[in-house]
Every structure is written in C-alpha cells, then in structure tokens.
C-alpha cells in the first residue's frame, strides 16, 4: 500500500514562499494521480494541483495558478508543491494524496473522490 508522508509546511509572511514535499512509499507504478490539497478551519477540503500520471496532465486551482507549480520526481517517489507569493487566504492543512484503485479516471481531476489514500497533512499558515 501507498503511504504519504508530507513535509515543509511552516510560518510565513504574506509574498513569502514555501515548497512542500510529499514521499510516496512503493513503486511510482503504485498510483494512478497524486496531487495536493488543503483544508482551512472552517472550509470543506479542496485541489490545489494534481497530476495524471497517465498522460502527464496537470489541474490547477484558479486561486493558484502562477503562483504554485506541482512537480513530480518519479526517481525519488517525491511530489512538491513549490508556493510562491503566498497570501493569507492560503492558510490550511495541506495534503498530499494518490488514487491507487483508478477512480482519478471516474472524476473530475481536481475532484477528491477520485483519491482514495491521504497523508495526515503539513500546516502552512502565512500571517502579516
């Protein structure tokens, strides 16, 4: 089984910049998406950027795009979430997930249901 481990969250001020990082236990072949998404207190879960692996296709969150890039490391089993210009409104629980049973395929890319396998999360809170 896929275990995700997050990391790299932390404290800013508004502009600053963080890069998460998630490591993906077993094989690359193990998942069909990975991707990252949060939580604020208060908010249901949402995407911030995922990836199908199938065709190298990525989602975007309108609230981040330009500011955020998803990259994957196939080597390293490493998905990172490089946050720049970072702003209040992106304070939340970040969390790295993959789909292993093939629902990213049923759903919308950015939708969560398609993710079957969670990290516990990182929290990034940026603060003036």
């Known amino acids: 089984q896929v275990q995700l481990v997050e990391s790299g969250g932390g404290l800013v001020q508004p502009g600053g910049s963080l890069r998460l990082s998630c490591v993906a236990s077993?094989?690359?072949?193990?998942?069909?998406?990975i991707g990252w998404f949060r939580q604020a207190p208060g908010s249901q879960r949402e995407a911030v950027s995922t990836?199908?692996?199938?065709?190298?296709?990525?989602y975007y969150a309108d609230s981040v795009k330009g500011r955020f890039t998803i990259t994957l490391d196939n080597d390293k089993n490493t998905l990172y979430l490089q946050m720049n210009s970072l702003k209040p409104e992106d304070t939340a629980v970040y969390y790295c997930?993959?789909?292993?049973?093939?629902?990213?395929?049923?759903?919308?890319?950015?939708?969560?249901?398609?993710?079957?396998?969670w990290g516990r999360g990182t929290q990034v809170t940026v603060f003036a």
């Open positions: 990836i199908r692996r199938s065709v190298g296709s990525t």
């Open positions: 997930a993959t789909d292993t049973v093939g629902g990213s395929y049923v759903y919308n890319q950015e939708d969560l249901r398609g993710f079957d396998r």
């Open positions: 077993g094989s690359s072949s193990d998942y069909h998406s």
